[in-house]
C-alpha cells in the first residue's frame, strides 16, 4: 500500500505543470471523459473555405430587396353576440328570452329579426340599422323543435323565442344537449 501511495505522489509531482484534463487523457487514453477535447491538430493554420457565388447564392453583403408589394388585407371583425338570456320550460313550447343591449334596444324591430329554426339548431341574427348584426346560435337543441310553429318577436326590449316542442311530453332541463 505505501508504494502505490508513493508513486501517485511521484506521478502527481511529476504532472503538476500538466492541467486536470490533459492528466485525464493521458492516464485513461481514449477512454477518458475529456478524450474528445484533447485532440490536437497538426495543421495549426486556418484553412480557408472556398466562395461560391451566382444566382440564388448568398454570400454576403448589404441585403438587397428583390422586389416590393402592397396588398390590402381585410380585417375581420369579431361578430357582437347576445350573452344575456334566460330559458324556461312552457308545456307546449320553450321560451328563450334575450336581453338587447341598451346600445341598440331603440333602434331594432321585429323586422330586423332573421331566424333560422332547424329540428335541432336555430340561427339568430339581428340586422341593426347603422352598425354591425348581433348573432346567437345555438346548434344542438336538447330535445327537437317544431321549425314551422316557432317563432321570434320583440317584446318589452326583449327578444322572446318561442320553440315548438315535437314531444310535448318532455320537459328541458337545460337548453344545449
Same mark, same amino acid.
Given at each position: 500500500?505505501?508504494?502505490?501511495?508513493? /508513486?501517485?505522489?511521484?506521478?502527481?509531482?511529476?504532472?503538476? /505543470?500538466?492541467?486536470?484534463?490533459?492528466?485525464?487523457?493521458?492516464?485513461?487514453?481514449?477512454?477518458?471523459?475529456?478524450?474528445?477535447?484533447?485532440?490536437?491538430?497538426?495543421?495549426?493554420?486556418?484553412?480557408?473555405?472556398?466562395?461560391?457565388?451566382?444566382?440564388?447564392?448568398?454570400?454576403?453583403?448589404?441585403?438587397?430587396?428583390?422586389?416590393?408589394?402592397?396588398?390590402?388585407?381585410?380585417?375581420?371583425?369579431?361578430?357582437?353576440?347576445?350573452?344575456?338570456?334566460?330559458?324556461?320550460?312552457?308545456?307546449?313550447?320553450?321560451?328563450?328570452?334575450?336581453?338587447?343591449?341598451?346600445?341598440?334596444?331603440?333602434?331594432?324591430?321585429?323586422?330586423?329579426?332573421?331566424?333560422? $329554426?332547424?329540428?335541432?339548431? $336555430?340561427?339568430?341574427?339581428?340586422?341593426?340599422?347603422?352598425?354591425?348584426?348581433?348573432?346567437?346560435?345555438?346548434?344542438?337543441?336538447?330535445?327537437?323543435?317544431?321549425?314551422?310553429?316557432?317563432?321570434?318577436?320583440?317584446?318589452?326590449?326583449?327578444? /322572446?323565442?318561442?320553440?315548438?316542442?315535437?314531444?310535448?311530453?318532455?320537459?328541458?332541463?337545460?337548453?344545449?344537449?
Amino acid at each position: 500500500m505505501e508504494q502505490s501511495q508513493e /508513486n501517485k505522489t511521484e506521478t502527481t509531482n511529476k504532472d503538476s /505543470n500538466v492541467s486536470a484534463l490533459e492528466h485525464n487523457i493521458k492516464s485513461k487514453g481514449e477512454f477518458s471523459y475529456y478524450y474528445a477535447h484533447g485532440r490536437k491538430f497538426e495543421n495549426k493554420e486556418q484553412q480557408q473555405g472556398k466562395t461560391i457565388e451566382g444566382p440564388g447564392i448568398i454570400t454576403g453583403g448589404d441585403p438587397v430587396l428583390l422586389e416590393k408589394s402592397t396588398r390590402t388585407v381585410e380585417v375581420m371583425k369579431e361578430p357582437k353576440k347576445f350573452t344575456k338570456y334566460i330559458f324556461y320550460d312552457d308545456d307546449k313550447f320553450v321560451k328563450i328570452q334575450i336581453e338587447i343591449p341598451v346600445d341598440i334596444k331603440d333602434t331594432i324591430t321585429d323586422d330586423c329579426i332573421n331566424i333560422n $329554426f332547424q329540428e335541432r339548431s $336555430f340561427d339568430l341574427r339581428v340586422d341593426v340599422p347603422n352598425s354591425d348584426p348581433y348573432l346567437m346560435s345555438i346548434k344542438k337543441l336538447y330535445q327537437k323543435i317544431v321549425p314551422e310553429e316557432s317563432k321570434a318577436k320583440i317584446v318589452k326590449g326583449k327578444i /322572446n323565442l318561442s320553440l315548438k316542442k315535437k314531444n310535448e311530453d318532455e320537459e328541458w332541463d337545460k337548453l344545449n344537449a
